[in-house]
RNA sequence: GCACCCAUAGCUCAAUAGGAUAGAGCAACACCCUUCUAAGGUGAAGGUUGGGGGUUCGAGUCUCUCUGGGUGCACCA
């Protein structure tokens, strides 16, 4: 769509007083079909004192051009449609389909960002809303490999707190652990817990000689952690979501990391210690959202808190000076991350840039590990695999674990990723797995139909003529295929995912409009069946790196 | 109590850095498979964009306020 703001901004700053710069940065693309092209005149009016509506009938009259259908004044709107051969020409050979065409433009081509995601507790497998966590950043690892960066995923692993002290605890007399059974262990030593007043300081006692380095305790938490990590880890694998790097929480504590942190902050006015000798930062005056912003980094004897940890871990990522770092994290969390990046601004360190997302919501309220009423991802996935083998035996008279892995968990993805991320997404098990209308199910689909055309035709459609293409549909489905690298660059400068999503649907219900409407393979005009071909084609490009981008894959038959 | 986020059709969500007639899906209604995959398409119906004020040529979008939901508020991680 670029070129023809091009286009138009010169055609009017040749036919009119106003600077080219002025006229592209006010022209819009309507959604509605008035026209193809406008440019609201109402902000020039006072400028040239004179009613919009005179300006955009003024200039309309004096703009003849062979592209143009129609130039015409709507209530102060300058109305542009193109011909809709030269438009469909136009758009189809300058806008950007592929991964290599998109990223030699952006121009960004070897950059670095880190991404930090996920970073759940190692305590038990991971419920729906932690997927969001690692759906929003997955996708966005996609989008910047998409533009030619080097990404470095990282994953910060609090292997050091009272969760998995509680759990080496509650499993210290067990041979073995599995990662299955830890969720209702957790759940019952916290319950047991309650009642239990011996058990805290038990857990207690745990926790310190684990940070005292005893290396039978190390081994006990160890054995927990990496029970835990490895089951999640696997979890994610499955939806193809992988991190380059781990980063252990306890290496801080271990290899004393935090001193270095403490001895900057030495006499530092915001630093002080309370009576009974813990360090605080008195954060006052910082732009934090409580009451009384304090930062406690010490307990009383100066060993680390997490938050202090925490600190030093996102100096250890600043330190690798990418161009960019990002940190994926709940909203829970948003006063927290506030209150680190004042103290890394203090210590002379920039903040990652942040993306928060809302909770998942049930029905009947919010999900808690500790009670139990949690949605698993793992549970999630199965179901939904289940589901939709069911239906593929229906349809195709047999199962296939594949396709229906491919699918299921396409939907999932594609569920979570379609709420905008700062807005609660409500989980229901009645309408989770509704797999037509809005859905990955039905872009999948229609990849499917398009790849099953493209092979019965099995024809080169590189000399296909574009102008050919003027059909209302086919002119409504090549300007939103057009518009696939502005999505993209919206979604890099927004980090946020579901504008890919709302673009994903929009290109796919208006190729199925189209496919409906007008026959392809059986098209009485050779020609016009060549450049019908060439466009479902591009449509099928750009449907597959869409989805890639949010991380599903594509089926060439369903 | 204070701070931040959210509120759009019966339900779940959109609305491209304020722009024209607020769009999809689900549910409910009427149609369309001798035709490229009907997990599809077409039509009709569904809205005082939570309430009230303000800014603007123009507000779902910005602002103030009220109501309701989410999240958080020093020695947890």
Known sequence: MKILFDYIAKLIAKNSELSYEKVLSNLEAPSNNLADIALPCFKFAKELHTSPVSIASNIASNITDKNLEKVENVNG???????????????????????????????????????????????????????RNALIADSLVRVFKFLGWKTDVHYYVNDAGKQIAMLAYATKDKKTVTFSELLQIYIDINEKAKSDPSIEPEVFAYLNRFEKNDPKTVAEFERIV???????????????????????????????????????????????????GRLVLDQHGEDIGIENPMLVLTRADHTSLYCLRDICYSIDKANAHTDRNILVLGE???????????????????????????????????????????????????EATDRVNDILANRNGQKDDEKAQKIAYGAIKYSILKCSPEKNVLFDWNSAFNFTGDSSVFVQYNYARIQSILRKANIKTENANFSLLSTPNEVTLIKELSRFYDVVMSVYNSLNPSLLVNYTSSLTAKFSQFYSSESILNCENEKLKIARLALIEKVGIVIKNALHLLGIETLDSI
Not at 256 to 276: M, R, S, V
Not at 361 to 375: A, E, H, I, Q
Request: proline share 4%; with cysteine; glycine share 6%.
């Open 77 to 131: 709107y300058l109305n542009f449609t193109f011909k809709p051969a030269f438009l469909s020409d136009t758009l189809l050979k300058n806008s950007l389909f592929t991964e290599n065409e998109i990223a030699n433009f952006a121009g960004m081509k070897g950059k670095t960002a880190l991404i930090e995601h996920t970073s759940i507790n190692p305590n038990a497998s991971p419920h729906i809303g932690r997927a």
């Open 226 to 276: 990496s029970t835990c990590l490895n089951g999640q880890k696997a979890i994610f694998n499955k939806l193809n979501i992988f991190w380059d790097k781990f980063d252990y929480e306890s290496q801080y504590i271990h290899e004393h990391k935090t001193d270095a942190i403490l001895d900057k902050l030495k006499g530092n006015p915001q630093l002080f210690e309370a009576e009974d």
């Open 332 to 382: 829970d969390q948003k006063v927290y991350f506030q209150q680190i990046s004042a103290a890394l601004k203090l210590l002379g360190y920039k903040a990652p840039e942040i993306v928060h997302y809302s909770f998942v919501l049930l029905p009947d309220g919010k999900m808690s590990t500790r009670n139990g009423t949690v949605v698993l991802l793992e549970d999630f996935m199965k």
